[in-house]
């Protein structure tokens, strides 16, 4: 069975911090990565992917991939409140099969 | 424009029935996907069709059965539904396989009474 694992907190951080959510994953053959949010009653949205180890930025947020761990991160710098909703992590699983398998979400709460 | 949309955002019905939920996207992917996100929010997918082509079946009751007209639409029919049924179910989309971003329809909120 591979999986992804997260945190499912709930992680409360105040306005202005860093806000880290982190991932597992079990399968060593995945190549890409994904996180993606998702608010209160809507769709989830693309927040970032990353294929290669390292790091990569975008605004606000930044992805990190270690693939040796098999772990990959979301740092999100100065949290505003509305960035405050559940955030997915999820890995294409290769094999032929090639489908996303999502972890379980992280719900973020940031406090004005 | 919307990208992925889905039909109806609502359903609620009886155990029994037998229900269809539409799906249409209209950003020329080749791939689109039927997920389904229980009560804890755990989205999972079900089907995926590439070019009207079953590429992704999951374990789910054979009452679940999707259909693929065309490359942008891909339909959901439930039979006999059940009371677990209940869920929301998100359509998605991307340009080819599981590797590339997929984007999702506004969900449906099902719910078997």
């Known amino acids: 069975q591979k999986e992804v694992e997260q945190n499912s907190g709930p992680l409360s951080v105040p306005e202005g911090a860093i806000a880290s959510l982190n991932c597992t994953y079990s399968?060593?053959?995945?190549?890409?990565f994904f996180w993606y949010r998702q608010y209160s009653g809507k769709s989830p949205e693309l927040i970032m992917f990353?294929?290669?180890?390292g790091d990569k930025e975008d605004g606000r947020f930044t992805a990190q991939l270690n693939k040796a761990s098999q772990y990959v991160s979301l740092l999100i710098r100065d949290s505003q409140p509305s960035d405050s909703a559940t955030y997915l992590c999820?890995?294409?699983?290769?094999?032929?099969?090639?489908?996303?398998?999502f972890g379980k979400g992280t719900k973020l709460t940031v406090n004005p | 424009d919307t990208a992925v949309s889905q039909t109806p955002k609502y359903l609620v019905t009886q155990m029994g029935n037998d229900k269809s939920i539409k799906c249409e996207q209209n950003?020329?992917?080749?791939?689109m996907y039927w997920y389904k996100q229980d009560s804890k929010k755990f989205l999972k997918i079900m089907f995926s069709?590439?070019?009207?082509?079953?590429?992704i079946n999951e374990t789910v009751p054979n009452r679940f059965s999707p259909k693929s007209p065309d490359k942008a639409h891909l339909n959901l029919h439930i039979n006999s539904l059940e009371l677990g049924d209940s869920a929301v179910y998100f359509c998605?989309?991307?340009?080819?396989?599981?590797?590339?971003?997929?984007?999702f329809g506004p969900g449906t909120r099902l719910l078997v009474l």
């Open positions: 990353i294929y290669s180890n």
């Open positions: 999820a890995v294409n699983i290769g094999g032929g099969s090639e489908k996303l398998v």
């Open positions: 069709y590439n070019n009207k082509e079953l590429i």
């Open positions: 998605a989309s991307s340009q080819v396989g599981g590797g590339e971003t997929q984007y």
């Open positions: 399968d060593r053959g995945s190549q890409s």
């Open positions: 950003l020329g992917h080749d791939t």
